[in-house]
Every structure is written in structure tokens, then in C-alpha cells.
């Protein structure tokens, strides 16, 4: 089952439009909000990610 909705799903649900309609979020303004955040989530995981295998390296080699 999946819990999470991808970027485009997230802009073009309902629930979220409603809401957004109410806070006077342009769809843009969502829309550039949800992909900045994709990107930042995608570099942290890329940076947690190879410290990981660094760390696990370097505890490999002790």
C-alpha cells in the first residue's frame, strides 16, 4: 500500500486544492514549493546515503 503522494499527485489532489484555494496558494506557488522540496529531500538522501557507506567502509577496515 502506498502512504505517499508523488509531486504531481500532490498538486492535483482535491483535499489539497481546497485547502490551498483557502490559505490563497497559487497552484504555481504549490507546485514550485512541492519540487523545491523534492530537491532538497533528494540531496539530503543522496548525502545520507554515501555518508553511510563511508562510515560503513571505514568501520569494515578497523
Do not use: C, Y
Amino acid at each position: 500500500m502506498k502512504n505517499d503522494l508523488t509531486v504531481p499527485e500532490a498538486i492535483n489532489d482535491p483535499m489539497i486544492r481546497i485547502l490551498n484555494n483557502a490559505d490563497r496558494i497559487s497552484e504555481r506557488a504549490f507546485a514550485q514549493l512541492m519540487e523545491s522540496a523534492a530537491r532538497v529531500t533528494q540531496r539530503g538522501t543522496r548525502a545520507l546515503e554515501e555518508n553511510f557507506s563511508k562510515e560503513t567502509l571505514v568501520r569494515s577496515q578497523a
